[in-house]
């Protein structure tokens, strides 16, 4: 960021909103610090379980990065460990949130971040729509994540055969038209079509590029681009194998 960059401006009413219902606070303008103690109860809170502070969010793009690696290894070598599901966990979810990582993925049922990358409540906020496709809603889904939980870390994630790459690679190639909502994701998937190969090398091909292209689209939005530019937001593609269970970043 360039030094006579001026600091943001306090937050607009409608971002105190915004605030107000991503940290669960009582009331609009009245924000409980994070010390508050859980609302009443009949029974006694569970006292902390050893290690539960582990929850709580990395402060750099690099270490949200690592994190996710470890968990997707533990993932791919069976070697789970279902983290972050305690009572007293649950409880202190209900007061805040600090998720240290946007997932961007797709809606196929093979692939839900949360196992991908073995993690639990509140480590992730993820978005998704089918072949990681961009509009108002996805892009403002994830805005809310950076820009209001002050996330480090946004994650791309395509995957090996992604069905909705695949219809739109169909659709391109052999100009038959597709259902009005599935022609919506093609138009959107079309600029990444790789025509330099063919068959399911081209598919394969366009599956990279679209993730690439969707963090580009992304690193490119001028709020994200500022936080970018002072090291407080890395924007990653990465790419899930279904056989392997591997993630692996994009260059």
């Known amino acids: 960021m360039d030094s006579n960059t001026q600091a943001l401006d306090p937050p607009s009413p409608s971002r105190r909103l915004l605030r107000a219902a991503a940290t669960g606070s009582a009331a609009v303008g009245s924000v409980l610090p994070l010390t508050a103690g859980f609302p009443a109860s009949s029974a006694p809170a569970p006292a ?5 502070e ?11 990065l690592r994190r996710l690696t470890a968990g997707n290894r533990r993932w791919r070598t069976y070697a789970q460990e279902h983290p972050h599901e305690s009572a007293f966990l649950r409880l202190r979810l209900t007061r805040t949130q600090q998720p240290f990582a946007v997932v961007l993925g797709c809606v196929d049922s093979r692939v839900p971040p949360e196992l991908v990358f073995d993690q639990g409540l509140g480590d992730l906020l993820t978005v998704r729509s089918a072949g990681e496709v961009l509009d108002e809603a996805v892009l403002g889904s994830v805005a809310f994540g950076v820009l209001e939980l002050e996330v480090p870390l946004v994650l791309v994630l395509g995957h090996q055969t992604c069905g909705a790459v695949g219809a739109a690679v169909h659709a391109d190639g052999s100009g038959e038209p597709l259902p009005a909502h599935l022609r919506y994701l093609a138009d959107r998937i079309r600029p990444s079509v790789d ?17 690439r292209r969707t963090r580009d689209l992304l690193a490119a939005e001028p709020d994200f681009a500022r936080r970018i530019s002072d090291g407080r937001l ?5 790419r899930y194998g279904l056989r392997d269970q591997r993630v692996r970043t994009l260059a």
């Open 48 to 52: 902390p379980p050893a290690g539960a």
């Open 234 to 238: 890395a924007i990653v593609a990465a």
């Open 54 to 64: 582990a929850a709580a969010g990395p402060v750099s793009p690099q270490e949200a």
């Open 195 to 211: 025509h330099t190969r063919q068959g399911e090398a081209r598919i394969d091909a366009t599956i990279d590029a679209h993730a």
